[in-house]
DNA sequence: AAAAATTAATGAACACTGTTTAGTAAAAAT
DNA sequence: ATTTTTACTAAACAGTGTTCATTAATTTTT
C-alpha cells in the first residue's frame, strides 16, 4: 500500500510549495501586501485550492511563523558553544538585533504582527520560540548563578534585556527613528547595544 | 459675507464628526478593523463623503494619529513641573509606560502601526510626537549636565531608555508576554521599570 | 477491464474592502 | 428667476478572504 505514502508525500510537498511562494513572495511584499489569490498565482493553482491544505490565511501565517522561528534559532543557537554565560549572554544579544535587522520581515512576524495568539500558544512555532526564550533565560541564569550580576532576579533581568533589545529592533523596522538622519541609525543602535551591555555589567 | 465662515464653520465640524466616530471604532475594534464604510454608517452619511474632508484612510490616519500625540502630550507632559531632571526623568518614563497600558491602541497608532512615514514627516502629529521626545532628551541632558550619570552620550543614554520603554510596551500590548502567566505581566514590567532605573543610576 | 468511489482542483459566487466618479438636489450668487 | 457653486449620494471598479457545487483525475472495487 504505498500509495498513500506517496499521497502523503505529495499533499506534504503541495503544502510547502505554497509555504514556499508565500514566503517569498512575502518577503518581497510583506504579510499584508499578499493575497490568497496572489499566491495561487504564483503556484499556479486556483486560490480554492489553498484553502485544501490550509484552513485559512492566518493557518498559513501560522506556518510561516513557524518559518521564521526556525530561522532565528538557526540564527541564535549556534552561541550554545560559547563556554562562558557572559560572552554567550552578550553574542546572543548582538545576534538577536542582527536577525531584527536582516530579516525585519520574519522578525516582525514573530514578535510584533497582530495575530490571534490565544490560538497559537500550542501550535510547533511557539514552542519553538518558547524554546529559545528558555535558552536565554537560562544563559542569564547561569550568568546569576556565576554572580555576574549583584541582582540574583534572573526573570527581571532577562526580561528587561529582552525589552531593549526588542525595543531597539522594532523602532528601527516599525520606522520610529526618522528623528535621527538614516546613516546614524545603525551606529546609534550599536552604541545602544555597547551601552545596555555596560549597564548589565554593574547590575 | 458671514456665509463662508459659517461654511467653513461646518466643515470643520464635520470633520471633527467623522474623526470622532472614526475614533470611537478604533477604539472599539482597532484600526484594520474598521472600514470607511463602517465609519461613513456611524455618521449617517455615505462612504464617499469621507473622501470630500479627507483625501484617504491614511490622511484619516494620521489625523488620529495627531489625536493620539496630543493625548500622549497631556498624559507626559505634567512631568515638566518636576524641578529635579533624574526625578523628572524618572517620573516622564513612568508615565510613558502608562500611558502605553492604558491606551494600547493609542500607543499601536504612534508607535507600531505601519505607515507610510516618509509622507508623515511635516504633518502636525509628527511635529506633536517630536516635540514630545524632544522634551525627554532635554531633561535627558539636563541629567548629564548635573552629572547624574558618568556618560556624557546623551543621545545614546535617551535612545537607549526610549528602547527599553518602547520594548516593554509593544511586548505587553502586541501580547507577547505569553510565556509569563497573564497576572504577573504587570508586575515584571513594574520590575523591569524599577531595573531599569537602577542600571541607568549607574550609567 | 469496467464501474464505482474517492480525491484533487477548479472557478464562480458571496460579502466585504478602499476609492472614483457621474449625477443630483440644495444653497448661494448673480 | 436664473445661473453657478457646493455637498452629497449611489453605483461602479478592482481588489480582498472564503465557501461550495461541479468537474476531472485517480484509486478501489467489482
New binding site residues.
Given amino acids: 500500500?504505498g500509495?498513500?505514502q506517496?499521497?502523503e508525500r505529495?499533499?506534504e510537498a503541495?503544502r510547502q510549495r505554497i509555504l514556499d511562494a508565500a514566503l517569498q513572495l512575502f518577503r518581497e511584499r510583506g504579510y499584508d501586501g499578499?493575497?490568497?489569490?496572489?499566491?495561487?498565482e504564483a503556484i499556479?493553482?486556483?486560490?480554492?485550492?489553498?484553502?485544501?491544505?490550509?484552513?485559512?490565511?492566518?493557518e498559513?501565517f501560522f506556518a510561516l511563523q513557524f518559518e521564521a522561528a526556525a530561522l532565528k534559532r538557526d540564527h541564535l543557537m549556534p552561541v550554545a558553544g560559547i563556554e562562558d554565560p557572559w560572552e554567550r549572554l552578550v553574542e546572543f544579544g548582538r545576534r538577536y538585533i542582527d536577525f531584527g535587522m536582516k530579516h525585519p520581515d520574519m522578525y516582525d512576524l514573530l514578535f510584533i504582527t497582530r495575530a490571534p495568539m490565544e490560538y497559537i500558544e500550542n501550535q510547533e512555532c511557539w514552542q519553538l520560540g518558547l524554546a529559545t526564550h528558555s535558552f536565554f533565560v537560562e544563559t542569564v541564569q547561569a550568568c546569576v548563578d556565576k554572580r555576574y550580576f549583584r541582582s540574583t532576579d534572573t526573570e527581571t533581568i532577562a526580561y528587561t534585556l529582552w525589552c531593549h533589545a526588542h525595543g531597539l529592533v522594532s523602532l528601527f523596522i516599525r520606522e520610529r527613528m526618522r528623528m535621527y538622519p538614516e546613516e546614524k541609525r545603525e551606529a546609534l543602535a550599536q552604541k545602544s547595544f555597547t551601552m545596555i551591555v555596560k549597564m548589565a555589567e554593574s547590575l
Fill in positions: 500500500m500509495i498513500t506517496r499521497k505529495e499533499k503541495m499578499v493575497s490568497i489569490r496572489n499566491i495561487a499556479e493553482y486556483s486560490p480554492g485550492t489553498i484553502y485544501l491544505y490550509f484552513k485559512d490565511k492566518s498559513l
